[in-house]
């Protein structure tokens, strides 16, 4: 059994980041190790001697009071237990790659790359001895880690709520921004629908009442969930990145449109997508498997 805090905001059903890393330690948990999350809101030791870490604290103590039943936090399905400070001594901690520095402190760090090293908040702040894994090749930083097998790719279908439930007639597109608000947003009709923070249950009877699925976000979950809905989705290209720049592994290509011209193959890749998704439990637990036996081999 392995020690494991896992840095994270407090679950949000709509961030993709978020949502992976409490996949994660479910999957961590789940396979007996001991593992925690230590929300970004609770204030970390060194921050207790500073005023901002005063004020913190009150508002995490109002927050457990108001959302916590023991230590599990109860907005989260997976139902994760709350790192306490003495349960970071000899855990591996794990951070996403926005999280600048150390703020635990901790002697064993693991950096999942979720994204492009400072593409979301501009902020590049890691140590020389962390560990890092990448959550697809588009994020990774070979300069940092050079290792190809140091994937970790974990997925959250919602089966249970994306499913096809049309087999008539669909009309329509709706859209969604996302990551993608600094681009022209010109790419969908004037009627369509805009989906941007609607939660997952509506979203997949939109996705199951319209025929495409305009993304801007290049690099997100809802394709694959408007896929398994029957409508169609449709990346935004950028410009000058070629389709395989886009997305190096065929396999992330399955079921989606890179542009308009690229529709014909995300109709003929459908099926290829939903088998691919139908065996993404098995692929999850083979990749954190790998993960734990890399990280132990790093910090034995």
């Known amino acids: 059994m392995t020690r494991f805090v896992v840095y994270t905001p407090l679950y949000r059903e709509n961030s993709g980041g978020i949502i992976v890393l409490h996949k994660l330690a479910s999957i961590l948990s789940a396979m007996g190790h001991d593992v925690r999350i230590w929300p970004q809101q609770k204030p970390c030791a060194y921050e207790l001697a500073t005023n901002h870490g005063l004020k913190k604290a009150v508002l995490w103590a109002k927050y457990r009071a108001l959302n916590l039943v023991g230590r599990k936090d109860i907005r989260s399905p997976y139902q994760l237990?709350?790192?306490?400070?003495?349960?970071?001594?000899?855990?591996?901690?794990?951070?996403?790659?926005?999280?600048?520095?150390?703020?635990?402190?901790?002697?064993?760090?693991?950096?999942?790359?979720?994204?492009?090293?400072?593409?979301?908040?501009?902020?590049?702040?890691?140590?020389?001895?962390?560990?890092?894994?990448?959550?697809?090749?588009?994020?990774?930083?070979?300069?940092?880690?050079?290792?190809?097998?140091?994937?970790?790719?974990?997925?959250?279908?919602?089966?249970?709520?994306?499913?096809?439930?049309?087999?008539?007639?669909?009309?329509?597109q709706c859209y969604m921004v996302r990551k993608g608000r600094d681009r022209s947003l010109d790419y969908h009709g004037s009627s369509a629908v805009k989906v941007d923070g609607i939660g997952h249950k509506e979203l997949a009877k939109i996705f199951n009442q319209h025929e495409y699925f305009i993304c801007y976000d290049p690099y997100t979950m809802y394709c694959r969930y408007a896929a398994m809905c029957g409508c169609i989705p449709v990346v935004v290209p950028e410009s000058g990145?070629?389709?395989?720049?886009?997305?190096?592994?065929?396999?992330?290509?399955?079921?989606?449109?890179?542009?308009?011209?690229?529709?014909?193959?995300?109709?003929?890749?459908?099926?290829?997508?939903?088998?691919?998704?139908?065996?993404?439990?098995?692929r999850n637990e083979e990749l954190v498997r790998n993960f734990v036996a890399t990280v132990k081999k790093r910090f034995a």
Do not use: C
């Open 81 to 172: 237990r709350v790192a306490r400070h003495k349960d970071i001594r000899n855990s591996i901690v794990l951070y996403p790659e926005i999280v600048a520095g150390n703020p635990l402190q901790s002697p064993y760090v693991v950096r999942w790359l979720l994204n492009k090293p400072g593409a979301i908040n501009g902020k590049v702040d890691f140590g020389e001895n962390d560990l890092f894994f990448f959550y697809q090749e588009k994020f990774n930083d070979w300069d940092l880690n050079p290792d190809k097998n140091n994937r970790l790719t974990v997925t959250e279908l919602m089966g249970d709520t994306y499913v096809n439930k049309n087999s008539g007639i669909r009309n329509g």
């Open 241 to 282: 990145v070629t389709k395989e720049e886009w997305r190096p592994e065929i396999y992330n290509r399955y079921g989606v449109a890179y542009g308009w011209d690229d529709v014909p193959w995300a109709l003929e890749t459908r099926p290829q997508l939903m088998e691919f998704l139908s065996e993404s439990e098995q």
